[in-house]
T-cell receptor
Framework: DVKVTQSSRYLVKRTGEKVFLECVQD?????MFWYRQDPGLGLRLIYF???????EKGDIPEGYSVSREKKERFSLILESASTNQTSMYLC????????????????FGAGSRLTVL | GQNIDQPTEMTATEGAIVQINCTYQ??????LFWYQQHAGEAPTFLSY??LDGLEEKGRFSSFLSRSKGYSYLLLKELQMKDSASYLC??????????WGAGTKLIIKP
């Protein structure tokens, strides 16, 4: 069963701590994404990557950085966590080739719920 | 600006039919997705429409009208397991995804 695995389901950190969220996919997908999901809002894109060592800012990159050293792994880093970064973080991947339909379908991990105190 | 509107919450009865509407405004258009997300779980892909009309997939159907910027997801023969949030997502001219906040569907026996 193909999947996207996020290393931690629940994390509790203190303000100012450095936080690493790891994501690994076993589908050989080129594209990987980090979103955050907050109540009453649509998913918001933080960063994405279309290839190894490549990264692009999404809609809300401030306070975050990412690393993609290997094709299957995409890490999200919070250099100095703040309370407004308390959220559900979702990692997703998709193939570069959209296929016949042209749809870039995302496969998501189960999510990492981060609480910053 | 780019925007997706869908109802926050809907309630329906087991065995019935429910239609979840979505209107979108995006810069260009490259398709409309619906995802299902059970509480505490990952969103999973349900459907994709890029041409006008109805796409049927078992108990679920999705409709698109590009001229009206409108889509709906139709769920038939509702089951308790259909209780979830349904996310409407538009793809703009750069294939960037614009996500709605989701419609929480509550199924009652």
């Amino acid at each position: 069963d193909v999947k996207v695995t996020q290393s931690s389901r629940y994390l509790v950190k203190r303000t100012g701590e450095k936080v690493f969220l790891e994501c690994v996919q076993d589908m050989d997908h080129e594209n990987m994404f980090w979103y955050r999901q907050d109540p009453g809002l649509g998913l918001r894109l933080i960063y994405f990557s279309y290839d190894v060592k490549m990264k692009e800012k999404g809609d809300i990159p401030e306070g975050y950085s990412v690393s993609r050293e290997k094709k299957e792994r995409f890490s999200l880093i919070l250099e100095s966590a703040s309370t407004n970064q308390t959220s559900m973080y979702l990692c997703a991947s998709s193939p570069r080739d959209r296929g016949e339909t042209g749809a870039n379908v995302l496969t998501f991990g189960a999510g990492s719920r981060l609480t910053v105190l | 600006g780019q925007n997706i509107d869908q109802p926050t919450e809907m309630t329906a009865t087991e065995g019935a039919i429910v239609q979840i509407n979505c209107t979108y405004q995006t810069s260009g258009f490259n398709g409309l997705f619906w995802y299902q997300q059970h509480a505490g779980e990952a969103p999973t892909f349900l459907s994709y429409n890029v041409l006008d009309g109805l796409e049927e997939k078992g108990r679920f159907s999705s409709f698109l009208s590009r001229s009206k910027g409108y889509s709906y997801l139709l769920l038939k023969e509702l089951q308790m397991k259909d209780s979830a949030s349904y996310l409407c997502v538009s793809s703009d001219s750069n294939y960037q995804l614009i996500w709605g906040a989701g419609t929480k569907l509550i199924i009652k026996p």
